[in-house]
Structures are given as structure tokens and as C-alpha cells.
């Protein structure tokens, strides 16, 4: 069976510092690949995608950035945190070329900056 | 073009009741309308999805309405338990460039009362 997971899953942080989520999937290959962003009362927006190692989409323009070093591992980085970056953070995996296109969620990481 | 709305922002309902939250979309593009549940503390999960080509698709107590016409698309819960208690986001997609780049409503938080 297909496992993702997410670490870590809580992480408070100071203005200005780096930050490095990690996301790792297991028992499926050539996944697609996604972060979202979860602020309170606002949903989920996407802000990555990915389609295979080394090969990142951005959705939104922001202050972070991510990458694919491995077909199954999706990292989500910054340089300098900003105050409003803080949020809960959700990365995600489909089959490739799935006709039911069901997402597929980690437990998430919860990042408080301050 | 690219919003998902979603209402109500927060429902209360009885044990034994019916739910409703009912989004709408602009981008006619869209063709792929799922709705997530998301508990406290986890990642969202797929409740059940339809595609435009037909208005109606039923689960067990979960049931999707889809008016093309109107742009409206609906989430009942016949026989609300406390256990669906949780939050529940519709979202869309087109699924010629990904299903897993879901636009998002803002989200419902339903609470089921014993």
C-alpha cells in the first residue's frame, strides 16, 4: 500500500531563518507531486507541483521554493522566513495518469513563524 | 477566474439531519468537482467526486448536485452523524493539465450535535 509522509510535523521559527519541510512517498513510482498551503478559514492553495525529479512548477510567487531530488521525496525550502509564511502545510501525490484523481494527503506541518 | 466559493462557513446541524454547503465556480474550464473531509490535525481526504457530465452522484449518506448551467455545485449529508464532524472543502480542476491542481473553496467547519 502507498504511504506519504510528512516531517516535521509541528516547527516554530524566527523571522529570517531557513526553513526545509520534507515529504517522502512509498509503495508507488513516478508520482506527481504537490505542496499546498493551508491558512485558517482560506483552504488550501497550491504553491508547487511537480510531474518528476527536478521538475518544479510554481503556482503563486513567494518567499519559498521547492525541489525533487529523488522520484519520490518533494522538499519545500526557504531562505529567510517571513511572518507570513507561517501555516500548515500539506504535501500530496497522485497516480500518474490516474483517471480517478483522487489526492492523496500527508498529516501536514504546522509552521509558526514568529 | 479562478475561484472556488464555498457556503457556509461554519454549519450546525442535528444528529439524524441533513447538511448542505454548496460552492460555485467561474472558470468553465473546470471539469473535475471534488469534495474533501478534513479532520483536526490531518491531512484532507477524498469523500467522493463528479465529473460534468452528470448533475447528480450519491455515496452511501453523501451526495453531490452539479448544475453546468448555473455553475453550482452542492454537498449533502443525509443522516448527519457527529462523527462526519469536520471540515469539508469542495474544490475543481481541469483535468487535461492535472486533477491534482485543485483550486479550493474557502472551506465549511460542520459540527454534528448528538
Known amino acids: 500500500s502507498q504511504t506519504i509522509h510528512q516531517w516535521p510535523a509541528t516547527l516554530v521559527q524566527p523571522v529570517g531563518s531557513p526553513l526545509s519541510l520534507e515529504c517522502t512517498v512509498e509503495g508507488t513510482s513516478n508520482p506527481n507531486l504537490y505542496w499546498y498551503r493551508q491558512a485558517a478559514g482560506r483552504g488550501l492553495q497550491l504553491l508547487f507541483y511537480s510531474v518528476g525529479i527536478g521538475q518544479i512548477s510554481s503556482e503563486v510567487p513567494q518567499n519559498l521554493s521547492a525541489s525533487r531530488p529523488q522520484d519520490r521525496q518533494f522538499i519545500l525550502s526557504s531562505k529567510k522566513l517571513l511572518l507570513s509564511d507561517s501555516g500548515f502545510y500539506l504535501c500530496?501525490?497522485?497516480?500518474?495518469?490516474?483517471?480517478?484523481?483522487?489526492?492523496?494527503f500527508g498529516e501536514g506541518s504546522r509552521l509558526t513563524v514568529l | 477566474q479562478q475561484q472556488v466559493k464555498q457556503s457556509p462557513q461554519s454549519l450546525i446541524v442535528q444528529k439524524g439531519g441533513i447538511s448542505i454547503i454548496n460552492c460555485a465556480y467561474e472558470n468553465t474550464a473546470f471539469d473535475y468537482f471534488p469534495w474533501y473531509q478534513q479532520f483536526p490535525g490531518k491531512g484532507p481526504a477524498l469523500l467522493i467526486a463528479i465529473r460534468p457530465d452528470v448533475s447528480e452522484k450519491k455515496e452511501g449518506r453523501f451526495t453531490i448536485s452539479f448544475n453546468k448551467s448555473a455553475k453550482q455545485f452542492s454537498l449533502h449529508i443525509m443522516d448527519s452523524q457527529p462523527g462526519d464532524s469536520a471540515t469539508y472543502f469542495c474544490?475543481?480542476?481541469?483535468?487535461?493539465?492535472?486533477?491534482?491542481?485543485?483550486?479550493f473553496g474557502q472551506g465549511t467547519i460542520l459540527t454534528v450535535h448528538p
Open positions: 500530496a501525490w497522485t497516480r500518474r495518469g490516474s483517471n480517478t484523481g483522487e489526492l492523496f
Open positions: 474544490a475543481a480542476s481541469k483535468r487535461s493539465t492535472s486533477y491534482g491542481k485543485l483550486t
